[in-house]
């Protein structure tokens, strides 16, 4: 009786001590191992094939990398805990996991289909940590098929990089389809670092999407090389880098989303960035979104991203919230909002930079809000600043230069670079550019170029507090000065817009009758910022308008309409005037929502897809829009 008691403690101290449940469904089928390490070696074995679980029922302490060959003895692999744990150890200059095989999933929730991030992977060494490598050396054999989801990711060096997808180390791999969703990564040199060999299509369908993004020194999240479509949205990016650049742990950028050369057709929305050195000398620059693609690039979309920080002590020219430098073509940057751009250095800082080496670049730029731009001292503070190249579309931009510094330097809502040299670069149209800083020398439009690089130049509101605009050397005021200086300029105006508040560039509706439908109409621009059709006669600016008396209410434009779409959980009505009931149904036509009339609607509990907003009128007819739920 006492031997059997002893082996059955002696079992029970086994599994008690077991951190990692292995079931599959060939070869060995269940099993037990204290590491992920240990689990992982015994796949590679091939001791554990077909379908394979390992559930995380404790923490591990690994201390060896726990690397994940490729093999074909498995068909997939899923790593998903059943408690709070984590993975843990101290690998020095080696990443704590490396996923080299495809078909894996790691999934941090305990929950079937749930959002909690329940598994921690911490590399707590200071020399040369990394958290997880993944991807693949060949192009003949890319990782396929990957998903890391609702994990908490934390490196113990901020000198080197937390998450990489390159080659299963740091030269340039292989890979497509592959998922990075819901993670927190905290604490590196870079955050999420993707490195792809130049291949054409390599590194189809990756999609980086709702992470939270803290405490890294360059890039929050990198793209280079990535040939096929790739998705960055709605993620939140919080960089705060306390280093100098003249130190060695830190670089000389900081940079929130960086879409590199070899990038080819990226979309970039959603994302919520603030990029922020806290250092008092020796930084080079801070960019929220940095695009530097390439001649041959598809399509890069950088759209409904909200910049609420860019600051630093910066010494190079082209700090901004989103900067767009080397060839760079054929990209497209529309309704974002960036605020909170501050150079604590007598240097410039921008809001948009349109850098581009490219003489027919092919870049649109419309519908963007840009506010408090602040320089220092002597600095200049731009809202958007063509710095060079040419085939530069700008539409419907409002930029709103209000807030001080204490400036002495120049400030301009709008900015052209004596570099910026091509017959017709810039076609400037639909603007509202507003100056009204309380000190420096405060402009409209400032153009160190002559102006044969207007190649259209119309439909703009200049006004500023030294001078509406300035080229040629001389200050241009008046709209008839305006026009002999740049050209152009018959429909534009000089009028002081009046917004609904220091922080919310809506022209409000009871003011403002002077700037209602001066705009032009334009195949680009169909909808403003919050996705309100634009009218036949549309608006200047990001946001389309109706001015209103106080006693003609019913005077109004058509401008019922959903926003944002796709949305999150709420989606906003543009207009409740006329309307009876709302109601929600799907693809099959089935209402799963029934609503009273109001300007959210609360949509939470719908799952992703396609839905059809269907509104009631009070006269008996019935508007239906399509509306995508993230």
Same mark, same amino acid.
């Given at each position: 009786?006492?031997?059997?008691?002893?082996?059955?403690?002696?079992?029970?101290?086994?599994?008690?001590?077991?951190?990692?449940?292995?079931?599959?469904?060939?070869? #060995?089928?269940?099993? !037990?191992?204290?590491?992920?390490?240990?689990?992982?070696?015994?796949? @590679?074995?091939?001791?554990?094939?077909?379908?394979?679980?390992?559930?995380?029922?404790?923490?591990? !302490?690994?201390?060896?990398?726990?690397?994940?060959?490729?093999?074909?003895?498995?068909?997939?692999?899923?790593?998903?805990?059943?408690?709070?744990?984590? +993975?843990?150890?101290?690998?020095?200059?080696?990443?704590?996991?490396?996923?080299?095989?495809?078909?894996?999933?790691?999934?941090?929730?305990?929950?079937?289909?749930?959002?909690?991030?329940?598994?921690?992977?911490?590399?707590?060494?200071?020399?040369?940590?990394?958290?997880?490598?993944?991807?693949?050396?060949?192009?003949?054999?890319?990782?396929?098929?990957?998903?890391?989801?609702?994990?908490?990711?934390?490196?113990?060096?901020?000198?080197?990089?937390?998450?990489?997808?390159?080659?299963?180390?740091?030269?340039?791999?292989?890979?497509?389809?592959?998922?990075?969703?819901?993670?927190?990564? =905290?604490?590196?040199?870079?955050?999420?670092? $993707?490195?792809?060999? #130049?291949?054409?299509?390599?590194?189809?369908?990756?999609?980086?999407?709702?992470?939270?993004?803290?405490?890294?020194? =360059?890039?929050?999240?990198?793209?280079?090389?990535?040939?096929?479509?790739?998705?960055?949205?709605?993620?939140? +990016?919080?960089?705060?880098?306390?280093?100098?650049?003249?130190?060695?742990?830190?670089?000389?950028?900081?940079?929130?989303?960086?879409?590199?050369?070899?990038? @080819?057709?990226?979309?970039?929305?959603? @994302?919520?960035?603030?990029?922020?050195?806290?250092?008092?000398?020796?930084?080079?620059?801070?960019?929220?979104?940095?695009?530097?693609?390439?001649?041959?690039?598809?399509?890069?979309?950088?759209?409904?991203?909200? +910049?609420?920080?860019?600051?630093?002590?910066?010494?190079?020219?082209?700090?901004?919230?989103?900067?767009?430098?080397?060839?760079?073509?054929?990209?497209?940057?529309?309704?974002?909002?960036?605020?909170?751009?501050?150079? #604590?250095?007598?240097?410039?800082? =921008?809001?948009?930079?349109?850098?581009?080496?490219?003489?027919?670049? @092919?870049?649109?730029? *419309?519908?963007? $809000?840009?506010?408090?731009?602040?320089?220092?001292?002597?600095?200049?503070?731009?809202?958007? *600043?063509?710095?060079?190249?040419?085939?530069?579309?700008? *539409?419907?931009?409002?930029?709103?230069?209000?807030?001080?510094?204490?400036?002495?330097?120049?400030?301009?809502?709008?900015?052209?670079?004596?570099?910026? !040299?091509?017959?017709?670069?810039?076609?400037? %149209?639909?603007?509202?550019?507003?100056?009204?800083?309380?000190?420096?020398?405060?402009?409209?439009?400032?153009?160190?170029?002559?102006?044969?690089?207007?190649?259209?130049?119309?439909?703009?509101?200049?006004?500023?507090?030294?001078?509406?605009?300035?080229?040629?050397?001389?200050? %241009?005021?008046?709209?008839?000065?305006?026009?002999?200086?740049?050209?152009?300029?018959?429909?534009?105006?000089? $009028?002081?817009?009046?917004?609904?508040?220091?922080?919310?560039?809506?022209?409000?509706?009871?003011?403002? =009758?002077?700037?209602?439908?001066?705009?032009?109409?334009?195949?680009?621009?169909?909808?403003?910022?919050?996705?309100?059709?634009?009218?036949?006669?549309?608006?200047?600016?990001?946001?389309?308008?109706?001015?209103?008396?106080?006693?003609?209410?019913?005077?109004?434009?058509?401008?019922?309409?959903?926003?944002?779409?796709?949305?999150?959980?709420?989606?906003?009505?543009?207009?409740?005037?006329?309307?009876?009931?709302?109601?929600?149904?799907?693809?099959?036509? %089935?209402?799963?929502?029934?609503?009273?009339?109001?300007?959210?609607?609360?949509?939470?509990?719908?799952?992703?897809?396609? *839905?059809?907003?269907? +509104?009631?009128?009070?006269?008996?007819?019935?508007?239906?829009?399509?509306?995508?739920?993230?």
């Amino acid at each position: 009786m006492k031997k059997i008691l002893l082996s059955s403690l002696l079992a029970f101290g086994i599994f008690a001590h077991a951190q990692i449940d292995v079931n599959a469904t060939a070869g #060995t089928e269940t099993a !037990t191992y204290t590491t992920l390490k240990g689990a992982f070696d015994a796949i @590679n074995a091939g001791t554990h094939q077909g379908v394979i679980t390992l559930s995380i029922t404790a923490s591990t !302490t690994e201390t060896a990398s726990a690397v994940l060959n490729a093999a074909t003895t498995y068909s997939s692999v899923t790593i998903k805990p059943t408690v709070t744990a984590t +993975i843990t150890g101290a690998i020095a200059s080696n990443p704590l996991v490396k996923i080299l095989g495809s078909n894996v999933v790691i999934d941090g929730s305990t929950t079937a289909g749930g959002a909690t991030k329940d598994l921690t992977f911490s590399n707590t060494s200071t020399t040369g940590p990394s958290v997880l490598f993944m991807g693949a050396p060949t192009a003949a054999a890319p990782l396929t098929n990957v998903t890391v989801k609702n994990a908490v990711f934390v490196n113990g060096s901020a000198g080197t990089t937390n998450f990489i997808l390159a080659n299963g180390s740091t030269a340039a791999g292989y890979f497509n389809n592959v998922t990075v969703q819901n993670n927190t990564f =905290q604490n590196g040199f870079n955050g999420i670092f $993707v490195l792809a060999g #130049t291949t054409a299509g390599n590194g189809n369908n990756l999609l980086v999407t709702e992470n939270t993004v803290s405490a890294m020194v =360059q890039n929050g999240i990198l793209l280079s090389g990535v040939g096929g479509t790739s998705t960055v949205s709605n993620n939140v +990016i919080n960089n705060v880098n306390p280093n100098s650049g003249s130190t060695s742990a830190s670089a000389s950028a900081s940079l929130g989303i960086s879409i590199s050369a070899g990038t @080819n057709n990226a979309s970039v929305f959603g @994302n919520k960035i603030t990029v922020k050195n806290t250092a008092t000398s020796g930084f080079a620059y801070v960019n929220a979104i940095n695009i530097n693609t390439n001649a041959s690039n598809v399509l890069t979309k950088v759209y409904d991203n909200t +910049i609420s920080e860019v600051s630093g002590y910066l010494t190079y020219v082209n700090s901004a919230g989103i900067y767009l430098g080397s060839a760079s073509t054929n990209v497209n940057i529309y309704s974002n909002k960036i605020s909170g751009i501050k150079n #604590t250095n007598a240097q410039s800082i =921008q809001g948009i930079v349109l850098g581009s080496s490219a003489t027919a670049a @092919n870049v649109l730029v *419309y519908n963007n $809000v840009i506010s408090d731009v602040l320089a220092t001292a002597a600095g200049n503070a731009f809202g958007i *600043y063509a710095y060079s190249g040419a085939g530069y579309k700008v *539409y419907n931009n409002t930029v709103n230069l209000a807030t001080g510094n204490g400036e002495t330097g120049l400030s301009s809502a709008m900015m052209v670079n004596s570099t910026v !040299t091509a017959a017709n670069a810039l076609d400037l %149209r639909n603007n509202i550019f507003v100056n009204t800083k309380p000190s420096g020398a405060t402009v409209g439009i400032y153009s160190l170029a002559p102006s044969t690089v207007f190649g259209s130049i119309d439909y703009n509101d200049y006004y500023a507090g030294a001078a509406n605009g300035y080229i040629g050397g001389a200050i %241009r005021n008046t709209v008839s000065e305006i026009q002999t200086g740049f050209g152009g300029n018959v429909n534009s105006l000089v $009028v002081l817009p009046v917004f609904v508040s220091a922080t919310d560039m809506r022209p409000k509706s009871d003011a403002n =009758q002077a700037l209602d439908n001066k705009g032009i109409s334009l195949p680009e621009v169909t909808t403003d910022i919050a996705g309100v059709s634009r009218s036949a006669t549309p608006d200047m600016g990001a946001y389309e308008f109706t001015y209103n008396t106080l006693a003609t209410t019913d005077i109004r434009k058509n401008t019922l309409a959903i926003y944002p779409n796709p949305f999150g959980d709420v989606l906003h009505i543009s207009d409740l005037k006329g309307i009876k009931t709302i109601s929600v149904s799907d693809v099959s036509g %089935r209402t799963v929502k029934s609503l009273s009339p109001a300007a959210e609607l609360n949509l939470a509990g719908l799952n992703t897809g396609l *839905y059809f907003v269907n +509104i009631q009128m009070e006269d008996g007819s019935v508007k239906t829009f399509k509306a995508i739920k993230k």
